[in-house]
């Protein structure tokens, strides 16, 4: 595997669905490649930190409002 195939697969190992196939050869990229093995550790501390940030419990109509323009703009055309 290389740096593309392993940082392509890093969002689906963070969420704990690797393919049983694709495990191997990514851990076997992690374990050997620097870089990547930095990144998914900085992805992953990335990942836990923002999980226990707490919910927000009051609507922020400013929120929505981005979130509505980032929807459309971002719509497949």
Do not use: K, W
């Amino acid at each position: 595997m290389n740096c593309v195939a392993a940082i392509d697969l890093m969002d689906v190992a963070l969420d704990g669905a690797l393919p049983t196939e694709a495990r191997p050869g990514f851990d076997e990229h992690i374990g050997a490649c620097r870089r990547c093995r930095t990144y998914f550790e900085q992805l992953t501390t990335t990942v836990r930190t923002l999980g226990r940030l707490p919910v927000p419990t009051t609507s922020n109509p400013r929120r929505a409002e981005l979130l509505e323009r980032y929807r459309r703009s971002h719509r497949p055309r």
